[in-house]
């Protein structure tokens, strides 16, 4: 049970497509105006994922590996994934042709989608069972959802804010973005760190710097923003802030790491 827990915390926080691996960025910039197009967005790729994580894994598995052609496997994933991305267009026409028309060209584009692609790959490299393939890839799409969503809200009251005509629409949207950009360099060192507290045996370190990056610090640091400031262009410190924070933290519990579990394997080796 706790490597399914962990498999659901990585999949929707540590290692977020969006937020961590930087996939599915196309989308996330293009249909995250709205929530309505977001979450018909997220529940598209949600969809795609637990059906190309269901089928890829037998074929994979049971065709390409026995026949020894594993190097097909990129071209033969893409091949299924298109296939329910195709169902998912055709449901969306007949049944919501409002959504349809909201989502446009980045419905199709699903098949080429790297966060999908790159899904049914990592569940192989990473050698998960049938069903911890599935669970990754059912809050993999949540986790994608949650993104769209949260973002789809700073959008809008971005918009909303009183700026340059100039700044208003994709500019205003590449600023926040580049705003985000600050936090990447102590993300991806929080990573790291994450991946080392893993691999001895301190999970909860890593979780611990996980929940200060992405819920403890930067909630009360956004509120904080919005209610001092009474501006939305200021809520995105609050990112490069939760960051700085969690790398913190993150470098004590190297330090403490280190102290208590790596110095004296290094002391053992020398004698």
């Known amino acids: 049970m706790k490597e399914y827990f962990g498999i659901m915390l990585a999949a929707m926080l540590t290692d977020n497509f969006v937020l961590s691996k930087f996939m599915g960025i196309c989308p996330f910039l293009g249909v995250s105006k709205k929530a309505s197009s977001s979450l018909g967005m997220g529940a598209a790729v949600t969809f ?3 059906c190309a994580a269901m089928v890829t894994y037998p074929i994979y598995h049971a065709i390409l590996v026995p ?8 071209i033969a994933f893409i091949l299924i994934i298109a296939l329910f991305v195709q169902l998912v267009e055709i449901a969306l026409k007949k049944l919501m042709p409002p959504l349809y028309n909201a989502l446009g060209v980045y419905l199709p584009l699903i098949t080429t989608n790297c966060a999908v692609l790159g899904l049914t790959i990592l569940n192989i490299d990473n050698e998960y069972s049938f069903l911890q ?3 990754n890839a059912f809050f993999s799409g949540l986790g994608f959802m949650m993104v769209l969503l949260i973002f789809s809200g700073v959008r809008s009251k971005v918009e909303e804010a009183d700026i340059p005509e100039t700044f208003k629409g ?3 949207t590449l600023i926040a973005a580049a705003i985000l950009s600050l936090s990447f360099l102590p993300a991806a060192l929080g990573i ?3 991946t080392l ?3 001895t045996g301190k999970g909860m370190y890593s979780l611990i710097v996980s929940a200060l990056r992405q819920l403890v610090v930067i909630l009360p640091a956004a509120y904080a923003f919005a209610v001092i400031y009474k501006d939305p262009n200021m809520v995105w410190w ?3 802030i939760s960051e700085i924070a969690a790398l913190t933290v993150c470098s004590v519990l190297v330090i ?7 110095r004296h394997l290094d002391e053992q080796r020398r004698v």
Do not use: G
């Open 48 to 50: 795609v994922m637990v």
């Open 67 to 74: 026949l020894e052609i594993i190097y097909l496997k990129t």
């Open 133 to 135: 393939s599935v669970v």
């Open 170 to 172: 994709i500019p205003s």
């Open 192 to 194: 790291i760190s994450s």
């Open 197 to 199: 507290f893993q691999a």
């Open 238 to 240: 609050a990112y490069p």
């Open 256 to 262: 403490r790491l280190y102290k208590k579990n790596i």
